[in-house]
Nanobody, 115 residues
């Protein structure tokens, strides 16, 4: 059974930082492209960042420089370091594992940026 379990969300003040983690099980982690997506309140889900099995990264243009995606294949975990957080970063953040045609999603973790 495939599981993607996100953690690390919470409430943070503007300008603060959070690191999200996504632990995967039930898949050959190193064979999957891993990604972070987010869904702000009342909006569609959007790509935050993705990382290939050999570490090539891709970011949403608006987030470059503030967010960093990384992975540890030995731990079957992908991370999202988020710095200089803004209220508009408030969203549910989802982890995604992709190896076509297989696509798996985590249950999401809430990130709220507010003073």
């Amino acid at each position: 059974q495939v599981q993607l379990v996100e953690s690390g969300g919470g409430l943070v003040q503007p300008g603060g930082s959070l690191r999200l983690s996504c632990a995967a099980s039930g898949i050959i982690f190193g064979a999957y492209v891993m990604g972070w997506y987010r869904q702000p309140p009342g909006k569609q889900r959007e790509l935050v960042a993705s990382i290939t099995s050999n570490g090539m990264t891709n970011y949403a243009d608006s987030l470059k420089g503030r967010f960093t995606i990384s992975r540890d294949n030995a731990k079957n975990t992908v991370y999202l370091q988020m710095n200089s957080l803004k209220p508009e970063d408030t969203a549910v953040y989802y982890c995604k594992a992709l190896r076509l045609p297989q696509v798996y999603w985590g249950q999401g973790t809430q990130v709220t940026v507010s003073s």
